[in-house]
Antibody, heavy 121, light 110 residues
């Protein structure tokens, strides 16, 4: 079964760093782009960016460029989302998801279970 | 404010049909495929429609998608209480070089 399994919920303080993970299984992890999507409490979906685990090519949404870092380790089929200094406004559910296709033919065919990040000020 | 515009909510009775609109521009829907996602309460999103109108394996034909110009529409027939969820459209925006989503539509099956 193809799936993405994310790391568990995190409770942090503003100013702290954080790295959450997303492990793929059941498919060739290196050959599909992985997206990260933010969902703030009671709000909609926001695409943060994507990474191609095969060569770590990375594209960021302009809204998130410089705010987070995407990385991947294809040897262990895992993608990461990282913050160097969290803010209270980073409190949200974060999903990793597999792009079935990208750019003008974009779609996302399955999603991880989500990682809830809570940041207190 | 989302790049793609969806109605915040729609409602209909069980067994009826509902449509959800998604309006964009020439830099996104006008030049890219649209996909639709269902998010049941407390769960992650699920792909319903891709490439404007195609259904992944396992998605019933009660769900349909279409696109015309800079707008797209999701249709759901034979509504069931289990269809109560948030629905999101998504596409690629060439000006932003980013994926954009609509603000989401909450479907209530009365």
């Amino acid at each position: 079964e193809e799936q993405l399994v994310q790391s568990g919920a995190e409770v942090k303080k503003a100013g702290e760093s954080l790295k959450i993970s997303c492990k793929g299984s059941g498919y060739s992890f290196s050959t599909y782009w992985i997206a990260w999507v933010r969902q703030m409490p009671g709000k909609g979906l926001e695409w943060m960016g994507m990474i191609y685990p095969g060569d770590s090519d990375t594209r960021y949404s302009p809204s998130f460029q410089g705010q987070v870092t995407l990385s991947a380790d294809k040897s262990i089929s895992t993608a990461y989302l990282q913050w160097s200094s969290l803010k209270a406004s980073d409190t949200a559910m974060y999903y990793c998801a597999r792009h079935r296709a990208i750019f003008a033919v974009m779609s996302i065919d399955f999603w991880g279970q989500g990682t809830l990040v809570t940041v207190s000020s | 404010q989302s790049v793609l515009t969806q109605p915040p909510s729609v409602s209909a009775a069980p067994g009826q049909k509902v449509t959800i609109s998604c309006s964009g521009s020439s830099s996104n829907i006008g030049r890219s495929f649209v996909s639709w996602y269902q998010q049941l309460p407390g769960t992650g999103p699920k792909l319903l429609i891709y490439d404007n109108s195609k259904r992944p394996s396992g998605i019933p034909d009660r769900f349909s998608g279409s696109k015309s110009g800079t707008s797209a529409t999701l249709g759901i027939t034979g509504l069931q209480t289990g269809d109560e969820a948030g629905y999101y459209c998504g596409t690629w925006d060439a000006s932003l070089s980013a994926v954009v989503f609509g603000g989401g539509t909450k479907l209530t099956v009365l």
